[in-house]
């Protein structure tokens, strides 16, 4: 079975730092695309940042040299550098894989809260 999950969420305070990590099981890793969300509730899910298997990145205009994504294929993992974070990241943050058929998968999501 798939299964995608994160780690690293917690409290800090704005201008701080967090490194969220999200490990992969039973995908053939290296060949996807992995991508972060995140989600405050009653708003829409966001795209974050993305990561294809060649390394390329995407990401989010404000998230722009604030965060950074990347990838170990040795670990099965995929890592969401994040930098001066403002009260306004606060949200669940979600790895996703993209499929072809639209079914992607989702992890459980962890809580990034960022303190004023």
């Known amino acids: 079975q798939v299964q995608l999950v994160e780690s690293g969420g917690g409290l800090v305070q704005a201008g701080g730092s967090l490194r969220l990590s999200c490990e992969a099981s039973?995908?053939?890793?290296?060949?996807?695309?992995m991508r972060w969300y995140r989600q405050v509730p009653g708003k829409q899910r966001e795209l974050v940042a993305a990561?294809?298997?060649?390394?390329?990145?995407n990401y989010k205009d404000s998230m722009k040299g604030r965060f950074t994504i990347s990838r170990d294929n040795a670990k099965n993992t995929v890592y969401l550098q994040m930098n001066s974070l403002e009260p306004e990241d606060t949200a669940v943050y979600f790895c996703?894989?993209?499929?072809?058929?639209?079914?992607?998968?989702w992890g459980k999501g962890t809580l990034v809260t960022v303190s004023s």
């Open positions: 996703n894989v993209p499929r072809l058929d639209g079914l992607d998968y």
């Open positions: 039973g995908i053939s890793f290296s060949y996807f695309t």
């Open positions: 990561i294809t298997s060649g390394g390329s990145t």
